[in-house]
């Protein structure tokens, strides 16, 4: 018979200690099972007999009226707790916690007092027992050894953990707590509870808990000692449920501070029947196989036998991680560590994503997301996958609108990337990843509402009633509509009007403005009202119109950086306001006896206000002014550059007049490090200046001429604006400029003079100097032939005009 209390000291998260943990109960069959951890979830703990509860899982216990603050017991399949809690519910044997309660651990942990030691304790080291044994034993790695010694023995029994508790406490003789102050507090709250335990159900006690806690445990102590003890503890109110955990957080350091860096292998370990190493290396082929490796059956035996010769040279009982990694490099890797990397990320720790009933106690909150998360079928996963959203499918809107309202509450799940193959407003793509920490941010959330739309709602309030700066409450207007937050939007865009009010700098404006113009071309395609939105961005265009040019004015190098990307922001913005719909003509009137009905009809409002074209007409009178706002003080000319360009883009300047605009700049007159600057701003890499010196060697050649005629003393100040101008380009479009510049400029057909003069230059290589008439009347039929024409059409010969024509 085992002498009680049994006191079964484990390695937390150990397949080996679980193995033999169930051994041990099965041998001593005791009345009660005392497990480490917080008493409060003595309520709880009938959940792990649940059918919908699957770990890994987490003990997660927070502060009441501070979510923040929390912590975490996370046990997994293989974790000997979680096996001494399944043996017990099997049985009705009941089951209790006996570590210190939550409350005082967080409230300990809140007022910090392991920040507040004094300097030498701050600087003692925590004795790691392992460690301690392993450099014992002669290794020099604690896992090898723990894996030798326990993982790949076939022990059990109350004897094996009688020698480990002997190994503790010559350990707990020499080094004492070890580092862990608060190890006192802890052990003597357990003994308080191993008392009453055995008043409550007898003597027949077993206890589950961290090996380094046996020989406090075993050592003799009165209550009323441990009760003076534990007398003015810092207490807060607590609360606890179950949340789900992942493979990918047990390999980090938490918890019981027992993190592991291969839960996948231990996992695997604890729930094969039978061969583990064949059954590995098989899940292994199989991962390979489908990452499109080619990997036989012929591949898992030799990895096999690889993998136990190893372990055979190295003197181990069997086949650890580190064989198995060595085998499969050299067998099925072929030495390569690239295939290794997606086999430790993959199957050593794992994506395995635990699940918590229904039933099992949660925030309001969290128990609203867990519907949702249902009707909506998108169920939280610990991989990382992408998803596509066509936001004209219902389903797909409505998935968009909880994760931008989650995101507006601080849980991170989605994260927005770039959409693949379209840049339409009707697609999204999200990177979706479960994070176990996601469940206290939405316990944090909680304060706001007991939904996710009213705490989105709520704090959306609260974030425009504290914002300070305008582009943050533009920012936060757009984010309401994107979350479909109609409640929201008032308390929002009284706070935008109130802030644009009060904001003369247009930066500020120029900044805030791109987040109102998109907000509003996400309302056409979502279906909001946004015409409150489209007034305040025509408002905030009109002000910017009338205080960039003075804006522009007498900056700095880096001031006229800053004032390029505001520049070129309110520039798409502009662009990308709603056309205005024509007005209808008046129709006639109705005749006397004519029902209205038959009259025409007025056309219908649009949803935002339109901008007509004076106000991009007037924009363009800004640029023109900026671009040619060279007196005192002068615009940068990094900003006239570019203003010519933007306006030579949208067809409102000439090619003519941008030649006569690089031609005043590029002369003698103006100082060389102000003519780079205003290439820089023309033709930057950003700007596609690029393939325009390609395509029109009028300014290739005017860019050459300037650039031959810096004086030396000169060159060396313009030189990095250069490098950075051209260095931007592709490599192809550099390579044609050199061509171009090498041959030397040349003239089109018909420019040079008198008969005898010489045939013009090819415009690029490879291109000849016009359109050749007979090369292009061969493409014709094709082109028929695509437009769904008569590709037999015959067309005997074409001009310049009819060569245009069959090229649009």
Not at 39 to 60: I, K
Not at 231 to 236: A, E, I, Q, S, Y
Not at 698 to 709: A, E, I, N, P, Q
Request: hydrophobic fraction near 45%; charge should be negative.
């Amino acid at each position: 018979m085992p002498e009680w209390p049994v006191l079964l000291g484990v390695r937390h998260h150990g397949p080996g200690s679980a193995r033999a943990v169930r051994a041990a109960l099965d041998e001593c069959e005791p009345g009660v099972v005392l497990i480490e951890g917080p008493p409060e979830a003595d309520a709880l703990v009938h959940l792990a007999a649940h059918e919908d509860m699957r770990p890994p899982v987490a003990l997660l216990a927070h502060v009441a009226h501070d979510p923040g603050r929390a912590g975490f017991w996370p046990l997994a399949g293989f974790s000997p707790e979680w096996a001494a809690i399944q043996w017990a519910l099997a049985r009705d044997v009941p089951v209790r916690f006996i570590d210190l309660p939550a409350a005082n651990s967080l409230a300990m942990t809140a007022k910090g007092d392991v920040e507040d030691e004094e300097p030498g304790e701050a600087e003692r080291v925590r004795v790691d027992p392992l460690a301690v044994l392993a450099e014992a034993a002669g290794y020099e790695d604690p896992e090898r050894w723990w894996e030798d010694v326990v993982e790949h023995r076939s022990v059990g029994g109350t004897a094996a953990f009688a020698a480990v508790g002997e190994a503790m406490g010559e350990l707990r003789a020499a080094y004492g707590h070890g580092g862990h102050e608060d190890d006192a507090v802890r052990e003597a709250h357990m003994r308080v509870r191993m008392h009453a335990a055995r008043r409550e159900f007898g003597e027949r006690v077993a206890v589950v808990c961290g090996a380094w806690h046996v020989p406090a445990l075993a050592a003799r102590s009165t209550v009323t000692a441990d009760r003076k003890l534990l007398k003015g503890l810092p207490k807060v109110k607590a609360e606890i449920s179950w949340v789900p955990w992942t493979h990918r957080r047990l390999a980090r350091h938490s918890g019981y501070g027992a993190g592991i860096a291969s839960p996948g292998w231990y996992s695997h370990l604890f729930h094969a029947p039978d061969r583990p190493l064949e059954r590995w290396l098989t899940k292994v082929a199989g991962l390979l196989r489908d990452e499109d490796f080619a990997v036989s059956s012929a591949h898992v035996i030799e990895a096999v036998r690889l993998a136990e010769t190893l372990a055979a040279l190295r003197g181990r009982p069997l086949a650890g991680l580190a064989e198995t990694t060595d085998a499969v490099r050299a067998v099925m890797c072929e030495g390569s560590d690239v295939p290794i990397a997606l086999v430790r990320d993959r199957l050593v720790v794992g994506d395995v994503l635990g699940e918590v009933p229904a039933s099992a106690p949660a925030v309001p909150l969290q128990q609203d997301l867990r519907r949702a998360q249902r009707s909506l079928r998108l169920a939280p996963e610990a991989a990382e996958r992408e998803l596509e959203l066509d936001l004209r499918k219902d389903m797909d809107a409505a998935r968009s609108r909880l994760l931008h309202r989650l995101r507006l509450l601080g849980v991170g799940w989605g994260t927005p990337a770039a959409s693949r193959g379209s840049t339409g407003t009707f697609r999204e793509t999200w990177r979706l990843r479960w994070e176990p920490e996601l469940a206290v941010r939405v316990a944090e959330a909680g304060v706001w509402g007991t939904t996710v739309v009213s705490a989105a709602t709520a704090k959306a309030e609260s974030e425009a009633l504290g914002a300070t700066a305008l582009a943050e409450v533009t920012e936060l207007a757009e984010r309401c509509l994107l979350a479909a937050l109609p409640d929201a939007l008032p308390v929002v865009m009284r706070a935008l009007a109130d802030r644009a009010a009060l904001t003369a700098d247009v930066g500020h404006l120029a900044q805030a403005l791109p987040a109102l113009v998109r907000s509003v071309r996400y309302g056409d395609v979502r279906g909001t009202d946004t015409a409150a939105l489209g007034e305040v961005a025509a408002g905030l265009a009109e002000r910017i119109l009338v205080g960039l040019p003075p804006a522009c004015a007498g900056l700095d190098a880096d001031g006229a950086a800053d004032m390029l990307r505001h520049l070129e922001a309110v520039h798409r913005a502009i662009g990308l306001l709603p056309e205005p719909k024509p007005s209808a003509p008046p129709g006639p009137s109705v005749p006397p006896g004519q029902p209205a009905s038959s009259a025409p009809s007025a056309p219908s409002a649009p949803s935002a206000p339109a901008v007509d074209d004076s106000l991009r007409a007037r924009w363009a009178a800004v640029l023109r002014a900026i671009a040619g706002r060279d007196g005192t003080p002068a615009t940068p000319g990094l900003l006239r550059g570019r203003a010519a360009r933007l306006l030579l883009d949208d067809g409102r300047l000439a090619e003519d007049e941008a030649a006569r605009l690089m031609r005043l700049v590029l002369s003698p007159g103006t100082a060389p490090p102000e003519a780079a600057s205003w290439i820089e701003g023309f033709i930057g890499g950003d700007a596609g200046g690029g393939m325009l010196l390609v395509h029109d060697e009028r300014l290739l050649g005017l860019v050459d001429g300037w650039l031959t005629s810096v004086p030396a003393e000169a060159f060396t100040d313009v030189l990095p604006l250069l490098r950075r101008t051209f260095s931007a380009y592709d490599t192809g479009v550099r390579r044609t400029l050199g061509e171009l510049v090498r041959r030397g400029p040349g003239r089109a057909a018909g420019e040079a003079g008198g008969e005898g003069a010489a045939p013009a230059a090819p415009a690029a290589p490879g291109f000849g100097p016009g359109l050749d008439a007979d090369r292009a009347a061969a493409v014709v039929p094709t082109v028929r032939l695509l437009l769904g024409l008569d590709p037999g059409h015959q067309t005997p010969a074409l001009d310049h005009d009819d060569t245009a024509e069959a090229a649009r």
